[in-house]
């Protein structure tokens, strides 16, 4: 993996292990995330791809190994997770918007409390982000009058609002119908475009394909294999061969 | 003694009545605040807190309201800490109540799905701010038609204040018993006024569950 030396990466794992009880989610993996670059994870489900994006987060404490995001240890006890997570966005499967709060309020929310912005500074910010996932027009509705896709794009605006320097997407996209697919993953496409950090976990893997610079392959805890987006169409072990169907691999 | 019922023994019933309320609201209120740090405690990061807490809850939920009464008014004034049927009634009635909210608002704040939680706290929210501005709004509107739902039971308990001489409702009908020896009319009456105070607490709770479950859908994922 060739990458300028001038720079370090905004997230790094490095022989991460995490179990629980007895089973083995994570079993040395390690990979990094460079400045700018859009990683994509796959693997089956259990594999470990979404243990391993909660862990940069700290939503999982890890067992063993290290984490560093934007020069920060993420596995020691005494990280300051606040500001952690000030620098990384995620966005979940289920959307997770306050169903109390307009779309507004959920954006606004954030830099009012954490960053104490004035409020009319963070409705101009709400604005700029959802003109950002094309929703302006929903400002003022509530979570629930929102389709699927809506919502998890006012999710993203809600973590775009936070200005973080990498974005964790945990399969953002699967709870959605293709259609609604669709238009999520053109909001990750132009962010992408715009230089963002981003690490996803999907289940997409075109568009894994079209957008990522990397794909990392989990198997069983462990990254299987790792490299461009070309590896999908020539895979070079077995494991991921079978995962992505290709079925070209000479055994 | 004798004689009739009279418009005199009606405005000593309705006097016992106000104090009913009055009692009721002061058990509400007392419990409530008691209760509010209960529910807090019993999820509190701090095991101890939590051990605590819940020890609390367990004493008082297996320990008969009429006990916690006699205790608070006989026991403590035989070693010396007199206090008036009022003190003691309200007092009481207060650590009763809070060990069934603070369970009833634990339950509301815990079924708040985790994942709010956990979007909260991606967003760098501190702790107090995800509990104020996240978890409670919601847990709030789960919690309330069993709070309703449980004034009634508060309602109800404040009869057993009685015993130690607090007239409400409940002690001023034995009042103007003693002095008719009219049971059936004059218990029938307490129990018609009970009634009244009660029924359409227990309504707007029904309604209010019924407005929650079509609510709830909003919970659940699209």
Known sequence: MQQPASSTPIVSLRDVQKSFGSLKVLDGVSFTVERGEVLAVIGRSGSGKSTALRCIDRFEKV????ITVCGRRVDLPDVDLRALRQDVGIVFQSYNLFPHLTIEQNITL??????????????????????????EEK?????????GG??????IARSLAMQPKVMLFDEVTSALDPELTGEVLKVIEQLAADGMTMMMVTHEMGFAKGIADRIVF????????????SILTSPTTLELAQFVGTGNLKS | MGGHLNANHLLFLGHGALWTIGLSLIALIGGGIVG???ALARISPLRSVRLLSAAYVQLVQGTPLLVILFLGYFGLAAIGLKMSPLAAASASLTLY????????????????????????????????????KVILPQAIRIATPPTVGFMVQIIKNTSLASVVGFVELMRSGQIVNNSLFEPFIVYAIIAAVYFAMCYPLSLFSQKLERRMGRGSANFSLA
């Open chain 1, 150 to 155: 809506q919502q998890q794009r006012a999710a």
């Open chain 2, 36 to 38: 509010f740090v209960i």
């Open chain 1, 110 to 135: 954030a830099p009012c409390s954490v960053k104490r912005m004035c409020l009319s500074e963070a409705k101009a910010l709400a604005h700029k982000v959802l003109a950002q996932v094309g929703l």
């Open chain 1, 63 to 66: 067992d063993g190994g290290e």
């Open chain 1, 218 to 229: 989990m198997h069983r805890g462990k990254v299987h294999e790792t490299g461009p987006a």
């Open chain 2, 97 to 132: 109540v809070a060990a069934y909210l603070g369970e009833i608002w634990r339950g509301s704040i815990q079924s708040v799905p985790k994942p709010q939680w956990e979007a909260a706290e991606g967003l760098a929210l501190s702790r107090t701010q995800r509990m104020m």
């Open chain 1, 139 to 147: 400002i003022h509705a509530y979570p629930e009058q929102l389709s």
